[in-house]
């Protein structure tokens, strides 16, 4: 067990992942620094990596309102991809930041294009209602130059 215990701390530490295994601490202001990335395996494929995250929360930048939504994150991976629990730290780090729905899906994207450098990617928000109005902005990112930039503008226009 100690033995099992030694190897996975070595893995983490090989990748250079901190918040892997490690006793969770939650920031209360927008934190794109706890994002990590692991080498990703099979670069010469190309797939999906999908990630629903239900329980998003920010704030209004007016009222300080409570915004809440599900963010959904779509990417075709290149050399690094996002590990999955800082993204989950990362989110999180929006409950206190206030900005609008739009913004907070184009900043998600835009942090994580810094970090990875996928070859294609695409956030949308699924913003709860308020004052009967839901919002569900969408954004896509596909690498300058690549089949990928004429995924990104294909998938934008058919987007509904």
């Avoid at 934190?31 to 239900?54: G, I």
Wanted: glycine share 6%; hydrophobic share 30%; with cysteine.
């Amino acid at each position: 067990m100690e033995n099992q215990a030694i190897k996975q701390q070595d893995k983490r530490e090989e990748e250079g992942l901190q918040a892997l295994g490690a006793a969770t601490h939650y920031r209360m202001d927008y934190a794109p620094e706890v994002l990590e990335t692991f080498q990703n395996k099979h670069p010469e494929n190309d797939y999906w990596v999908r990630f629903n995250c239900p329980e998003f929360t920010s704030l209004c930048p007016i009222t300080g309102q409570p915004d809440f939504a599900e963010i959904r994150i779509s990417y075709v991976p290149a050399e690094r991809m996002v590990e999955s629990k800082s993204l989950k730290l990362y989110l999180f780090s929006f409950r206190n930041h206030g900005d609008f729905h739009e913004d907070c899906v184009n900043t998600i994207m835009k942090d994580l294009i810094k970090l990875m450098e996928p070859k294609y990617i695409e956030v949308t928000g699924i913003f709860t209602p308020r004052g009967g109005i839901s919002i569900y902005p969408y954004a896509n990112y596909g690498r300058p130059g690549t089949k990928y930039e004429q995924m990104a503008e294909q998938r934008f226009a058919t987007h509904e």
